[in-house]
């Protein structure tokens, strides 16, 4: 399973952004698609995350902000980022679980000025 990111890049805050990810190699659902990210000197965190029935979670402090999604594909997933903050600043992992394994994504850089 391979998964593919692309989206992110600089925006001012309060804007918005769009990130992509695509999963290949398999004919079969994915159980889990979400995203990490991870800031400098911090550790990766679980920033969203949707399950093949649609149930998403989210963390915290993006509730209310940032909307996962999921493509009749089923392994196509976005994460839409609205009114982002300096804090959302980081590299942001594209994440899957398939058959109990996780795969990972290339990070994909966003960037918010202040």
């Known amino acids: 399973v391979q998964l593919q990111a692309s989206g992110g890049g600089l925006v001012e805050a309060g804007g918005s952004l769009r990130l992509s990810c695509a999963a290949s190699g398999t004919p079969f659902t994915l159980t889990n698609m979400g995203w990490y990210r991870q800031a400098p000197g911090k550790e990766r965190e679980s920033v969203a995350d949707?399950?093949?029935?649609?149930?998403?979670t989210y963390h915290e402090s993006v509730k209310g902000r940032f909307t996962i999604s999921r493509g009749n594909a089923r392994n196509t997933v976005w994460l839409q980022m609205n009114s982002l903050t300096p804090e959302d600043t980081a590299a942001y992992y594209c994440?899957?679980?398939?058959?109990?394994?996780?795969?990972w994504g290339q990070g994909t850089q966003v960037t918010v000025s202040s």
């Open positions: 949707i399950r093949s029935d649609g149930m998403t």
């Open positions: 994440h899957g679980i398939f058959f109990l394994q996780d795969y």
